[in-house]
Nanobody, 123 residues
Framework: VQLQASGGGLVQAGGSLRLSCAAS????????MGWFRQAPGKDREFVAA????????LLADSVKGRFAISRDNAKRTVYLQMNVLKPEDTAVYFC?????????????????WGQGTLVTVSS
């Protein structure tokens, strides 16, 4: 599975962005998917995950109520809708695909990673 993340950019605090992750390759609809982020000087952290059908999602506590993850298997794309953005959301956001059908909040649960897209939130 090859993953291409897009949709990042510069936004003011309180604004919204929607990230997309397009998958190519043999598998997608059977894979759990996730979003992670890494801020400058910090470790990578979990943001959101979704299972193969979209029926089950996980969100980090720091983004609950503001972010939502969804997927369109027909388009082979997973989305991260980000609302009420805060300066602390500034990071490079990575999408990832699991070899299995479930999503996970652990990076070790993913086998395939996209290249990342930068989100910058100004105060």
């Amino acid at each position: 599975v090859q993953l291409q993340a897009s949709g990042g950019g510069l936004v003011q605090a309180g604004g919204s962005l929607r990230l997309s992750c397009a998958a190519s390759g043999r598998r997608f609809s059977n894979n759990g998917m996730g979003w992670f982020r890494q801020a400058p000087g910090k470790d990578r952290e979990f943001v959101a995950a979704i299972n193969w059908s979209g029926s089950h999602t996980l969100l980090a506590d720091s983004v609950k109520g503001r972010f939502a993850i969804s997927r369109d298997n027909a388009k082979r794309t997973v989305y991260l809708q980000m609302n009420v953005l805060k300066p602390e959301d500034t990071a490079v956001y990575f999408c990832a695909a699991s070899r299995g059908s479930a999503g996970s909040n652990e990076g070790s649960g993913y086998n395939y990673w996209g290249q990342g897209t930068l989100v910058t939130v100004s105060s």
